[in-house]
């Protein structure tokens, strides 16, 4: 079994092609130092739920749309190695 880190964010739509080049940077740093996967997706047709969403999650805003992102990895041990080496990269 393997062990990921998922994200959720608001993402400005005035900013979409800001986001994508540094959701492309971000996964080739991710790979380079480790990761087995990378992805990261937009999710503009989500609707808000009764209780709780993603858009419900990150308190979105109508210029907004919600970013759901994660990084795949062996184990928690082996996420840690690869996440000190991208911070420190």
Request: hydrophobic share 40%.
């Given at each position: 079994?393997?062990y990921?880190?998922?994200?959720?964010?608001?993402?400005?739509?005035?900013?979409?092609?800001?986001?994508?080049?540094?959701?492309?940077?971000?996964?080739?740093?991710?790979?380079e130092?480790?990761?087995?996967?990378?992805?990261?997706?937009?999710?503009?047709?989500?609707?808000?739920?009764?209780?709780?969403?993603?858009?419900?999650?990150?308190?979105?805003?109508?210029?907004?749309?919600?970013?759901?992102?994660?990084?795949?990895?062996?184990?928690?041990?082996?996420r840690?190695?690869?996440?000190?080496?991208?911070?420190?990269?």
């Amino acid at each position: 079994m393997s062990y990921i880190d998922v994200f959720v964010l608001p993402v400005p739509r005035s900013r979409l092609e800001e986001y994508r080049s540094m959701a492309a940077l971000a996964c080739r740093v991710w790979i380079e130092h480790g990761a087995l996967e990378y992805r990261e997706f937009l999710a503009d047709d989500v609707p808000n739920g009764e209780v709780t969403s993603f858009p419900m999650s990150v308190r979105i805003q109508d210029d907004e749309i919600v970013g759901i992102g994660y990084a795949r990895y062996v184990s928690r041990e082996h996420r840690d190695e690869v996440t000190r080496k991208v911070m420190a990269d």
